[in-house]
């Protein structure tokens, strides 16, 4: 069957179900959402393009850890980090030479270069026990992901990120809010609220590659995609809030409205 058909069936026995025999089946079952790491571990990745090729352990990086004190911004525009893990041309001589890591990791910003077995140790849980340490902060909590709503504590100010590290953006505010809706099922309509996205991100990190900027002509632009890393999968997969958060994204979501 394909994707279309079976949403129509799942929507179908969902009336039937709900007419008679009360609870509806959890339409999140209905996607093949991936499975989880612990909160601790949640946006945590190994880089490995050249580490266990020249002998050293994988780098250890975490996003919640490091995204506590910088936004998006500074890593993925200023300091041309892509967003897919072994994509960038990391070497240790340009982090030597105060390039990518070594932006920070020089020593006077964070520890230095000279401490190989902080990043080369292969383990993707290093570090998981101090996000305890930063939850004992009066930090806006969630249920999904690293389990802080970073948004809200943004703008709680329990988190101040640093938005650059020598240049600053001069990307005007932009406050737009979508209403994306779905095509070819009655579902209520995903919203993309362009601030809380600007708080953290620069522009080009959304446009043009991952969507065209004017609404509505991004193509195909449905969960499948999305849950295949494109689009909001992007992000919403492995380092903002993940897919499972479907109210987040859906407001006008219960478990009772699906497809109707
Ligand atoms: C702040 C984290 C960090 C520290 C500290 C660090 N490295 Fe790296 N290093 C990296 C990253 C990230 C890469 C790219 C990894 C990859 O693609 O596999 C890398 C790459 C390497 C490579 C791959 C080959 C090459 O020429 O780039 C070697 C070998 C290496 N580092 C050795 C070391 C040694 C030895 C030390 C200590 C003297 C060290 N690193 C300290 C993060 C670090
Ligand atoms: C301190 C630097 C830093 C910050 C801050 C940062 N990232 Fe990353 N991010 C990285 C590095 C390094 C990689 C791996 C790049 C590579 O290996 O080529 C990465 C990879 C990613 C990936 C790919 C993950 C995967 O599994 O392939 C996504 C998505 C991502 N970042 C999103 C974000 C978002 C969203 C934010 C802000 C909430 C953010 N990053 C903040 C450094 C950072
Ligand atoms: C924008 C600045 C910045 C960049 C870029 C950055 N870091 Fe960090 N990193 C920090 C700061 C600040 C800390 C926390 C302070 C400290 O531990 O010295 C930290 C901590 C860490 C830790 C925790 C070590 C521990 O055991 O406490 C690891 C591992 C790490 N970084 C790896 C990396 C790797 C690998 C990269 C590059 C892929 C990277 N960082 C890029 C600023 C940065
Ligand atoms: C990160 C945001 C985000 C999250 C989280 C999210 N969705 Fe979506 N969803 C979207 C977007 C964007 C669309 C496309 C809207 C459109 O068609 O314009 C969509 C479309 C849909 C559709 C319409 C069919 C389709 O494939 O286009 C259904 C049904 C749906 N989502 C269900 C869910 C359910 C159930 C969850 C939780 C398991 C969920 N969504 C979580 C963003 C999200
Ligand atoms: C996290 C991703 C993301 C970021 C960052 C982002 N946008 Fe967007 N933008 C979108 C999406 C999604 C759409 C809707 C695309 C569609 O419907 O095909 C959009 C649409 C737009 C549109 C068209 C709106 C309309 O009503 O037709 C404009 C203009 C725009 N963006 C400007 C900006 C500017 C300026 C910035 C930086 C301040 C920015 N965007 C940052 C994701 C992003
Ligand atoms: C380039 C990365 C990226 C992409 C692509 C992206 N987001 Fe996000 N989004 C984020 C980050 C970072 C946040 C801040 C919250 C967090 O990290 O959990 C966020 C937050 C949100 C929020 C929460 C706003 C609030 O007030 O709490 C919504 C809703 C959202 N995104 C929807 C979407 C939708 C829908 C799409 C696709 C059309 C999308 N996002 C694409 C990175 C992204």
Known sequence: MSYQARIIVIALVSLVAAAFLGPVPAPAEFFNLPPLPPPGKYGNILIDRLSTKNGVKPAAFSHWLHREKYTCRVCHSEL????????????EAANVAGKYCGACHNGRIAFGQDQCK?????????????????????????????????????????????????????????????????EWVKFPPAVFPHKAHSEWLACSNCHPEVFNIKKKTTLHFSMPLILKGEFCGVCHLSVAFPMNDCKRCHPGYTSKNIMR
């Not at 980090?81 to 070497?91: H, S």
């Not at 943004?154 to 809010?177: C, M």
């Open 80 to 91: 041309e980090f892509n967003m897919k893990v072994n994509t960038t041309e990391i070497t």
């Open 118 to 182: 902080k990043c080369h140790n292969g383990e993707i849980g290093r570090g998981e026990e101090k996000l305890a340490q930063l939850l004992l902060r009066p930090l806006v909590r969630t249920d999904y992901g690293d389990g802080i709503d970073w948004v809200a504590s943004l703008r709680k100010g329990t988190v101040a990120p640093l938005t650059y590290l020598k240049t600053q953006s001069k990307e005007p505010p932009y406050d737009r809010e979508l209403s994306l809706e779905a």
